[in-house]
């Protein structure tokens, strides 16, 4: 027994020295009981300490490791931390704000420990039965060596970055000056992505949103969204796309939007610069014919739905191929009906009312009123009639056309009319033909009744000579019968 006893005590002090020595400091049943690992002297309840070289690694590191084996899922390693007020033998409930347990984190400033970082799990709210609320906080120290919260996620799952009280699930708060005396927008973004640029070919590609001032002698905000541009050389933004403003304008190309939506581009001469595009594709990208791509203008009504009031679209004439060709259709609301009341066709004819133009330019399916309307015609004005070339028909010719034809020369008769509708440039141009054709043959009438005018008198006044030369004669007849006498 005695040599049984002996070889225990031999290995147990064997082992003292081979493998590791716990030593305590004060009175075990104190609470101020310390334990070392590493170290003799333990600067708190529980002190690891490693100045040693691992074998696998090239430094030392103070390692804490726990591991566990159990078939339950949810048993893994635990790490507990644990707070309440009072005393051990008398626990009282936490409130709102105490620290339940932290993690530091320090490092050496070349004379002493500095805090450079906390992880701290606090109360936030009132304790209840069964219920102690908390919120995970990220302290870290600043270049003026000062920790402050970073980071916070509330109770409610709300992250806050910048603020302590985060009301939505991801609040970013910049507290620093946007600075609104004339600066766009402040330098230092609210929001940023980024990733690698392709390697020998492009810099890290980013985004970023900045919060600002609407503008000068504004209190209004305004959001910009960055992106790179074409000469980066230092992965950051330098091209800004879009703006909103806090009146609800949103500017594309512009940072002063002046409407709803205000698209801006840098015209390049010679060249079509494409604002806005509308695509609809069938399946398997295999357009067909029929309605295409369309800008819809809705009507509230409430408490139904909203109400189609108009409609820009374009419609396919047939099956999509390099010919195809398509029409650009406005439609309105009428009485609850949409349909097309302006059509462009393809070829460029317009149709109001109707989309068969019969090959016109311009073709009105209704009446047409107009305070003025101007016709210029390609071919030549009819004045070429007072041309002293032109040859006047004989009004025995037109009469003889007239009792054939029943209707003027080079006028369209009515059943013409009834078929094919009328010119009015061209018809406007006969007529006034035939209204200078009827003034040379007014002309010319004007002329024989003068002519015959003075026809007439001058047989008037050989009448009166020789009435005067016969009344004369009477006279010497009469003076001569008397003398007989």
Same mark, same amino acid.
């Given at each position: 027994m005695k040599k049984n006893l002996l070889s225990l005590a031999i290995m147990l002090f064997g082992c003292h020295f081979s493998y590791a020595q716990w030593t305590t400091t004060g009175t075990p049943t104190t609470i101020t009981n310390t334990v070392g690992i590493g170290t003799t002297t333990p600067a708190y309840p529980f002190h690891i300490y490693n100045t040693t070289t691992r074998s696998t690694n090239s430094g030392s590191y103070a390692d804490f490791g726990i591991e566990s084996f159990n078939n339950t899922g949810w048993q893994g390693s635990h790490l507990y931390f644990g707070r309440a007020r009072g005393t051990a033998t008398a626990p009282l409930a936490t409130i709102s704000g105490d620290y339940l347990g932290w993690l530091d984190f320090y490092g050496h400033d070349g004379t002493s420990f500095q805090r450079s970082g906390q992880i701290v799990l606090v109360a936030n709210g009132a304790p209840s039965s069964g219920i102690v609320p908390g919120a995970l906080l990220f302290n870290l120290a600043g270049s003026d060596g000062v920790n402050a919260e970073r980071m916070r996620i509330t109770g409610a799952g709300n992250v806050g970055i910048g603020t302590t009280n985060p009301t939505s699930n991801l609040q970013i708060f910049e507290s620093s000056d946007s600075k609104p005396g004339g600066v766009v927008a402040p330098t230092k973004s609210v929001f940023k992505l980024m990733r690698n640029g392709t390697s020998d070919y492009s810099y890290n590609e980013s985004a970023e949103f900045r919060i600002g001032h609407g503008g000068p002698s504004l209190s209004g905000s305004k959001l910009d969204l960055f992106v790179n541009g074409a000469s980066n050389t230092n992965g950051a933004p330098d091209q800004q796309v879009m703006s909103w403003l806090y009146n609800g304008n949103v500017g594309i190309g512009t940072t002063t939007p002046a409407a709803p939506? #205000?698209?801006?581009?840098?015209?390049? &001469? +010679?060249?079509? =610069?494409?604002?806005?595009?509308?695509?609809?594709? +069938? !399946? !398997?990208?295999?357009?067909?014919?029929g309605e295409g791509a369309a800008i819809n203008f809705y009507t509230p009504v409430t408490p139904s739905p909203d109400a189609l009031g108009a409609q820009i679209y374009s419609f396919r004439e047939s099956a999509v191929n390099a010919t195809s060709t398509t029409s650009l259709r406005f439609a309105t609301n009428n009485a609850g009906t949409v349909s097309d009341k302006l059509v462009i066709s393809g070829s460029g004819n317009v149709g109001i009312g109707t989309a068969d133009t019969k090959g016109y330019k311009l073709g009105v399916n209704g009446g047409i009123i107009a305070t003025a309307v101007t016709v210029k015609l390609y071919a030549d004005w009819a004045d070429y009639v007072f041309n002293k070339d032109y040859r006047l028909?004989?009004? =025995?010719?037109?009469?003889?056309?007239?009792?054939? !034809? #029943? #209707?003027? &020369?080079e006028i369209p008769s009515a059943q013409q009319v009834e078929k094919d509708g009328i010119n009015l440039g061209e018809m406007n141009k006969l007529l006034l033909k035939k209204v200078e054709e009827l003034t040379l043959y007014l002309i010319e009438k004007d002329k024989e009744v003068k002519a015959q005018e003075q026809n007439n008198y001058t047989l008037e006044t050989k009448l009166k000579i020789q009435q005067e030369q016969i009344d004369q004669l009477n006279k010497k007849m009469e003076l001569l019968v008397n003398k007989i006498k």
């Amino acid at each position: 027994m005695k040599k049984n006893l002996l070889s225990l005590a031999i290995m147990l002090f064997g082992c003292h020295f081979s493998y590791a020595q716990w030593t305590t400091t004060g009175t075990p049943t104190t609470i101020t009981n310390t334990v070392g690992i590493g170290t003799t002297t333990p600067a708190y309840p529980f002190h690891i300490y490693n100045t040693t070289t691992r074998s696998t690694n090239s430094g030392s590191y103070a390692d804490f490791g726990i591991e566990s084996f159990n078939n339950t899922g949810w048993q893994g390693s635990h790490l507990y931390f644990g707070r309440a007020r009072g005393t051990a033998t008398a626990p009282l409930a936490t409130i709102s704000g105490d620290y339940l347990g932290w993690l530091d984190f320090y490092g050496h400033d070349g004379t002493s420990f500095q805090r450079s970082g906390q992880i701290v799990l606090v109360a936030n709210g009132a304790p209840s039965s069964g219920i102690v609320p908390g919120a995970l906080l990220f302290n870290l120290a600043g270049s003026d060596g000062v920790n402050a919260e970073r980071m916070r996620i509330t109770g409610a799952g709300n992250v806050g970055i910048g603020t302590t009280n985060p009301t939505s699930n991801l609040q970013i708060f910049e507290s620093s000056d946007s600075k609104p005396g004339g600066v766009v927008a402040p330098t230092k973004s609210v929001f940023k992505l980024m990733r690698n640029g392709t390697s020998d070919y492009s810099y890290n590609e980013s985004a970023e949103f900045r919060i600002g001032h609407g503008g000068p002698s504004l209190s209004g905000s305004k959001l910009d969204l960055f992106v790179n541009g074409a000469s980066n050389t230092n992965g950051a933004p330098d091209q800004q796309v879009m703006s909103w403003l806090y009146n609800g304008n949103v500017g594309i190309g512009t940072t002063t939007p002046a409407a709803p939506l #205000h698209v801006s581009k840098l015209m390049t &001469p +010679g060249a079509v =610069t494409e604002m806005l595009r509308l695509e609809i594709r +069938g !399946n !398997n990208s295999d357009e067909l014919a029929g309605e295409g791509a369309a800008i819809n203008f809705y009507t509230p009504v409430t408490p139904s739905p909203d109400a189609l009031g108009a409609q820009i679209y374009s419609f396919r004439e047939s099956a999509v191929n390099a010919t195809s060709t398509t029409s650009l259709r406005f439609a309105t609301n009428n009485a609850g009906t949409v349909s097309d009341k302006l059509v462009i066709s393809g070829s460029g004819n317009v149709g109001i009312g109707t989309a068969d133009t019969k090959g016109y330019k311009l073709g009105v399916n209704g009446g047409i009123i107009a305070t003025a309307v101007t016709v210029k015609l390609y071919a030549d004005w009819a004045d070429y009639v007072f041309n002293k070339d032109y040859r006047l028909p004989s009004l =025995t010719e037109v009469k003889t056309y007239i009792d054939q !034809n #029943h #209707h003027l &020369p080079e006028i369209p008769s009515a059943q013409q009319v009834e078929k094919d509708g009328i010119n009015l440039g061209e018809m406007n141009k006969l007529l006034l033909k035939k209204v200078e054709e009827l003034t040379l043959y007014l002309i010319e009438k004007d002329k024989e009744v003068k002519a015959q005018e003075q026809n007439n008198y001058t047989l008037e006044t050989k009448l009166k000579i020789q009435q005067e030369q016969i009344d004369q004669l009477n006279k010497k007849m009469e003076l001569l019968v008397n003398k007989i006498k």
